[in-house]
Every structure is written in C-alpha cells, then in structure tokens.
C-alpha cells in the first residue's frame, strides 16, 4: 500500500529552511510519499539532499525527488504569477527510495514508479 | 565583495580568467571522471581518477592544480580542476550487488558515496565555474540535473551543460537542447574526444564571464 499525505504550503511557509527540510523529511522517512503544494527553494533542494545522504541508513535508503513549476514558460503571465505566488506555485513531490522506484518527469507531467512488492534484504 | 575583488584581479591581459576553479558536476556515471582524465590527458598527459560502470566510483574530491589549455588562437587559461563525486537523491547498497559486488563492499561503497554526495555539495561554495556533465542517452529532466543548474543559477557561477556520450547511438543532444535552452550546451564524447575542440572553446568564453 503506497500512502500519500499532501503538505499545504500554509504548513511550511512559518518554518526556517532547516525546518520545512526536517518536515518533508521526517514524513519521508515514515513511508509515506509528501506532496507538497509549492516548492522550496534553490538553496533548500540541494539542502535536503544533502539531508537525505546524512540519514541514509539500513531502512532509509534515500528519496526520489520531483518539481514542476508551471510558471516556467517565461511569458510576462506567467512572471506575474510566479511573483504575486512566489514559492507556492508548482508541485513538488518526495517520496522515499524504498517506494518509489523512479519518478519520470517533463516539465508539465510527473510519473511515478513504486517499488510495489519488492522484498528487502535486511 | 571580496569574490567581486578576487574576481576582479584574477582576469588577464585578454580579459580571460585566469587559476580559478573549474568544477564537474552532474549525476553518478555521467562520465564526469572520464572527462577529467581527458582533459588532464589532453594538457598534462595524465590521468586524475579511476572510472568504472559501477556507479559512485568516484567517492572524494579529486583536484589537478594549475591545468593550462590554450586556444586556437594562442590564448592561454589556467584553472584548478574539480572533479567532484555524482549527485544523487537516493543511495541504495543493493544496487550495488547486481554489479557484482560483496554485500560488505557494496556496504562500504554506499557509506563512503553518501559522504561524497555531501562533499560536492558542500564545494558548491568552492568554485568559480562549473561543468554539468549529462549522459545525453539518459532523461535529462531528473531532478538531480535541475536542481544543480538552478543551484548554480541562484550562486551567480557561470555554468555550461556538457552532454557526454555523444558517441553513442542512444544519446539524443536534440532532448538535451529542449530540457535547457537557457543554457550553453556542448555535446561531447569523452571517452573517444570527440568534440574536445568546441568544449575547451567554450571554456574560453565561459571563463571570460
């Protein structure tokens, strides 16, 4: 069974960057697949994989990381949107290594593999 | 201000940069080592590291000091190259074993590629320029590949996306091209040297940013 659990923006936005890192993380590494409405920062995408590498471990084997940003077209629309939406503009998903296989993406479409019945050596 | 003041002063009677840090980054068997070896090959003559199929080979920064390469034209430019470990969201030490490996050097090999994923991270602060290598046979809209560009972007360092491989029948430069038309992208093959002259061309004018 793969669970899911969405994580409005309005959850993250009051949290430092090591904080909205330490959440996404935290629910990772529970099983569950985020799917954050929004996205982090440059910054912070490169701080949670190097988190993620910090907590690899026997049962945690990493994540699968995905963004879409919509508002990358580069129209004047779309650089409106992106400024009045700032940071909660897009989609990002995190899911962890033990159930998600692959996450296949173009810019406007996210596929996600799961690692479904796969027996882990322990 | 004091990178401006660094910056300002590390440029020559061309307006070339000159002994500034050049980094390879990119995803794990990109063929970031194999063009570090072509490179050192091409100007010093020698290999920098080991390559292999297995992925996260290379596990340490590896640096070559004071590599020079001249232009077409004679112009010269010096750097430090870094080779740096690939980049990866998920490390799996069964993985590993399909290649072959024992259960306690897969482990060892998964412990050390963690550290090492970390330590290119942490070089992000440490160079001027940087090299995206990409297997152009692969998807290039991993995530891996978008979060370094933009990282790259959001630091202000100049960067050129290097599409390796291009030798073989699957690489798809035209996909390469599409995923990042903001950027430079120079298709190469490492391995054979194929397009090696554009690729240190592009060095030229990269490093004059």
Redesign the interface.
């Given at each position: 069974m793969v669970t899911i659990q969405l994580l409005p923006y309005s959850e993250i936005s009051s949290l430092s960057s090591i904080g909205r890192i330490r959440k996404i993380l935290n629910i990772a590494k529970q099983n569950k697949i985020v799917l954050l409405q929004g996205r982090l920062?440059?910054?912070e995408?490169?701080e949670l994989?190097?988190a993620?590498?910090?907590e690899?471990n026997k049962e945690f084997?990493?994540?699968?990381?995905?963004?879409i940003n919509p508002m990358q077209g580069g129209g004047l629309f779309d650089g409106v949107a992106s400024f009045v939406l700032g940071n909660r503009a897009g989609l990002t998903v995190v899911g962890p290594?033990s159930v998600v296989k692959k996450?296949?993406?173009?810019?406007h479409k996210i596929e996600l593999l799961t690692n479904e019945g796969k027996k882990?050596?322990k | 201000m004091l990178k401006w003041l660094k910056n300002l002063f590390s440029f020559n009677f061309w307006g070339v940069r000159k002994n500034f840090k050049l980094g390879l980054y990119g995803p794990p068997n990109s063929g970031k080592t194999t063009l570090a070896n072509r490179i050192c090959k091409d100007w010093l003559d020698q290999d920098l590291g080991t390559v292999s199929p297995i992925p996260h080979e290379t596990r340490e920064i590896q640096q070559k000091e004071s590599v020079v390469i001249k232009s077409k034209d004679g112009k010269e430019l010096q750097f430090n190259l870094v080779d740096t470990p690939g980049i990866a969201t998920r490390i799996d030490y069964e993985d590993f074993l399909k290649h072959g490996m024992t259960e306690k050097s897969a482990k060892k090999r998964a412990r050390e590629a963690t550290k090492g994923v970390i330590e290119a991270i942490k070089w992000l602060d440490e160079v001027d320029t940087v090299c995206v290598v990409l297997d152009a046979t692969q998807d290039p809209f991993s995530q891996v590949n978008v979060t370094i560009l933009g990282n790259l972007q959001a630091r202000d360092i100049p960067v050129v996306v290097v599409a390796n491989k291009i030798d073989l029948r699957r690489a798809k430069m035209k996909r390469v091209e599409a995923a990042f038309p903001q950027y430079d992208i120079v298709g190469i093959s490492a391995r054979t040297g194929k397009n090696m002259d554009d690729f240190y061309e592009t060095l030229f004018k990269l490093a004059k940013r």
């Amino acid at each position: 069974m793969v669970t899911i659990q969405l994580l409005p923006y309005s959850e993250i936005s009051s949290l430092s960057s090591i904080g909205r890192i330490r959440k996404i993380l935290n629910i990772a590494k529970q099983n569950k697949i985020v799917l954050l409405q929004g996205r982090l920062q440059k910054e912070e995408e490169t701080e949670l994989i190097k988190a993620t590498m910090e907590e690899i471990n026997k049962e945690f084997r990493g994540i699968e990381l995905a963004v879409i940003n919509p508002m990358q077209g580069g129209g004047l629309f779309d650089g409106v949107a992106s400024f009045v939406l700032g940071n909660r503009a897009g989609l990002t998903v995190v899911g962890p290594a033990s159930v998600v296989k692959k996450i296949k993406k173009d810019p406007h479409k996210i596929e996600l593999l799961t690692n479904e019945g796969k027996k882990r050596r322990k | 201000m004091l990178k401006w003041l660094k910056n300002l002063f590390s440029f020559n009677f061309w307006g070339v940069r000159k002994n500034f840090k050049l980094g390879l980054y990119g995803p794990p068997n990109s063929g970031k080592t194999t063009l570090a070896n072509r490179i050192c090959k091409d100007w010093l003559d020698q290999d920098l590291g080991t390559v292999s199929p297995i992925p996260h080979e290379t596990r340490e920064i590896q640096q070559k000091e004071s590599v020079v390469i001249k232009s077409k034209d004679g112009k010269e430019l010096q750097f430090n190259l870094v080779d740096t470990p690939g980049i990866a969201t998920r490390i799996d030490y069964e993985d590993f074993l399909k290649h072959g490996m024992t259960e306690k050097s897969a482990k060892k090999r998964a412990r050390e590629a963690t550290k090492g994923v970390i330590e290119a991270i942490k070089w992000l602060d440490e160079v001027d320029t940087v090299c995206v290598v990409l297997d152009a046979t692969q998807d290039p809209f991993s995530q891996v590949n978008v979060t370094i560009l933009g990282n790259l972007q959001a630091r202000d360092i100049p960067v050129v996306v290097v599409a390796n491989k291009i030798d073989l029948r699957r690489a798809k430069m035209k996909r390469v091209e599409a995923a990042f038309p903001q950027y430079d992208i120079v298709g190469i093959s490492a391995r054979t040297g194929k397009n090696m002259d554009d690729f240190y061309e592009t060095l030229f004018k990269l490093a004059k940013r």
